[in-house]
Structure formats: structure tokens, C-alpha cells
């Protein structure tokens, strides 16, 4: 198989033939044969969406894959057809990106995988195309398993490519798909959904002059896009419900002054906590994690889960130690891949535990 890919970035941009109907056949992104995994909204055969961790998957024949797709700013994805990694960048309007070419006979598997989170734009896939002898297939079976994360910058693999923890944050270095929850919800064999956003927190947000903040994630994680406050998320008409959510928040919340105070922390985390079981149900698994630093985040969230008037709540936290600065670090000070693997391992006997899935004997990676 051959990967196409340009000198400066690792993508191709076509402009289309004369007679786009003689090179290429073209389905529409909203295909019963696509299929996706996370938040989406779909309009005229196309499908948008911004939080970082959608994924985009197809089978197909044909010897060339590519997409038509826009971009509001620029976003990068890791692609995989048949096994085969690389990465590619969406920004402009309407713009043919070759994905791979030189294929073999017989059926193919490709993904995409959104690295960057929503601030980095709102991608729209308006179609999927194929040489002219090529189809699409029945669409992938989803997993059995599905967990949903809610999280900071932590969950969107902020920095996780960077060389070092001076380095400054670029969108290339953000990578979800080496985040803590991804490597979560690999070792369990389930889909994954990320509602994250970098510097929000319960009741405060990063660096907020108040002691709290307008769009924290109580209120960003009811949204069909991280970046719109309208639509919301309709969670009855929702093609996914969660086996398990995980929350990973509070860090922000004390990074900086003015803190919360208990009351303000509690009653953040409580209506998140309270939309999650109208939404998903008072039996469904949720696993609140308490960052290792800043403050009183750790009591604030051990108590309330103790206290909470509902049931199948876990408390897991992460303790400092879990990561050495000097190697498990990346760009502005946040975990890089090994440290993004210790987290994961930290936390997967609590997945276990709070679901009753078995913990797998496989690989953390």
C-alpha cells in the first residue's frame, strides 16, 4: 500500500479533475456505510463534529481512498488503512485529501482518528471517495463496550508528543489517542468518547480571575460541539450510551487563585454528576478520579462521592509518584506518552473493579 503524503506535511491536497464523475466515486459522509464514534451532527450528506477522539471508520474496495472535507482552522488526525499509520492535517474549504493509494483487490479497513481538540476548529466531512471501480461496505461493527471521559487536558493528550516538558504547546503535539483514556479504553476493547476541553474545570476554569467560571465543563459536556453552546446534545436520540463514564477533573479548578470554595467545588461536581444519571440513568458505573495536585480537589471529591445519593459511584485518585518528572514529561509540563501509559495503568484496576469487566492480560499501549 502506498500512503501518500507531501514534504512539508504529511498530506496531499488534489484539486479535482475536470470531471470529478471520471476519477473519482463519491459517497456521502452521512452514508449508512460510514460509521462514526462520538458526538456528530449531520447537514445536506455531510457530518461535523470538534471534540478531539471522533472517529471516522469504513470498509471498502478500491485501489484509492480519499475525503472531501472542510475545516475551520486546521486539525490533525491519525489515518489507518490496513494497518497502516500516518497523519494527516484538515483546514480550507471543500478540499480533496488522498488518504492512500495503490491498493490491492479485495476488501479495506480505514479510520480517522481526531487528535486535536475542539479549539483547533470544527472539521466537516462532506464525502467519502473512491477510485471508480471502488465501493464502500457494510459499515464496522461497533465494540461491545463504550466509556465516555470527561476531562481536562489530560483526556485530550494535550502536549503528549512533546520532546520535553519546556517545550511550548503546538497542535501537532496533541495527540488523544495516546491519552490515559484511550489507552483505557483499548485495554477493555471499548469505543471511546472524549468530552474534554484543556483548562476547564468544575467550577473554575484555568487562570479565571473568579473563583468560578462561566462553560465549565458541567456545562460544555451537554454539547453536541465543544465550541457551540447551541445545539445541545440530544442524549434520547444519542446512537451511543456509555457502559461507563469516567470523570477526571479539579486540577484546573486549583491551579490558580481564587480557589472554589467546598460549596461552589461541591455543587459544579454535583450537577455534572446529577445530568450524567437524568441522562444515563442511576445505575450506570461512574468513576470520579481526583488529580494528585492542587489543593483540596482530592477531599472535595472523595467526600462527595461517599456522600452522593447515588449508587455505582467510584472514587480512584492519582497519587504523586505515579510519573518521573525527568522522563514522563512533554510539552508544558504535561504527561507525555509513558506518562500518559502510568496514568492508564493506575487507573485500569478501578475500570475493573467499579464494571466487573476482567482486567485483560494484554499490553498497555
Known amino acids: 500500500m502506498k500512503i501518500i503524503h507531501s514534504f512539508l506535511l504529511p498530506l496531499l491536497w488534489l484539486s479535482a479533475c475536470a470531471d470529478r464523475a471520471a476519477c473519482w466515486a463519491e459517497f456521502p459522509a452521512d452514508a449508512p456505510e460510514i460509521g462514526y464514534v462520538g458526538r456528530t451532527a449531520g447537514d445536506g450528506g455531510g457530518v461535523s463534529f470538534d471534540w478531539a477522539g471522533t472517529t471516522v471508520r469504513c470498509r471498502f474496495t478500491g485501489s484509492r481512498l480519499a475525503v472531501r472535507v472542510s475545516d475551520t482552522q486546521k486539525n490533525y488526525y491519525r489515518v489507518t488503512v490496513d494497518g497502516e499509520e500516518t497523519t494527516i492535517a484538515t483546514f480550507g474549504t471543500d478540499s480533496l485529501v488522498v488518504l492512500a493509494e495503490g491498493l490491492g483487490r479485495g476488501e479495506h479497513f480505514a479510520t480517522l482518528l481526531k487528535r486535536t481538540e475542539g479549539d483547533q476548529g470544527r472539521t466537516t466531512i462532506h464525502a467519502f471517495m473512491l477510485d471508480g ?62 468530552i474534554a476541553h484543556s483548562g476547564r474545570g468544575v467550577a473554575r476554569n484555568y487562570g479565571d480571575r473568579n473563583s468560578t467560571s462561566e462553560e465549565t465543563m458541567p456545562d460544555r459536556m451537554l454539547r453536541t460541539f465543544d465550541e457551540a453552546p447551541e445545539p445541545l446534545w440530544d442524549f434520547a436520540a444519542s446512537p451511543y450510551r456509555p457502559d461507563l463514564v469516567v470523570i477526571n477533573l479539579g486540577s484546573n479548578d486549583f491551579s490558580t487563585r481564587p480557589h472554589p470554595s467546598r460549596e461552589e467545588f461541591r455543587a459544579g461536581y454535583l450537577r455534572m454528576l446529577g445530568a450524567l444519571r437524568e441522562h444515563y440513568g442511576e445505575r450506570m458505573p461512574i468513576l470520579c478520579v481526583a488529580p494528585y495536585t492542587h489543593g483540596p480537589a482530592f477531599a472535595y471529591i472523595e467526600e462527595l462521592v461517599r456522600e452522593a445519593p447515588w449508587p455505582n459511584l467510584g472514587f480512584a485518585a492519582l497519587l504523586p509518584g505515579y510519573y518521573a518528572e525527568a522522563t514522563d514529561l512533554g510539552a508544558v509540563g504535561h504527561p507525555n506518552r509513558i506518562g500518559q501509559r502510568k496514568m492508564a495503568m493506575a487507573l485500569i484496576p478501578y475500570v475493573s473493579s467499579l464494571t466487573g469487566w476482567e482486567l485483560p492480560a494484554r499490553a498497555v499501549e
Open 133 to 194: 471501480d471502488g465501493t464502500l461496505l457494510p459499515a464496522p461493527e461497533p465494540r461491545r463496550r463504550h466509556i465516555e471521559f470527561i476531562g481536562n487536558s489530560l483526556t485530550c493528550g494535550y502536549g503528549v508528543e512533546g520532546a520535553a516538558k519546556t517545550d511550548p504547546f503546538l497542535p501537532e503535539t496533541e495527540n488523544c489517542y495516546y491519552s490515559f483514556a484511550s489507552i483505557i479504553a483499548r485495554v477493555f476493547d471499548a469505543e471511546c468518547t472524549l
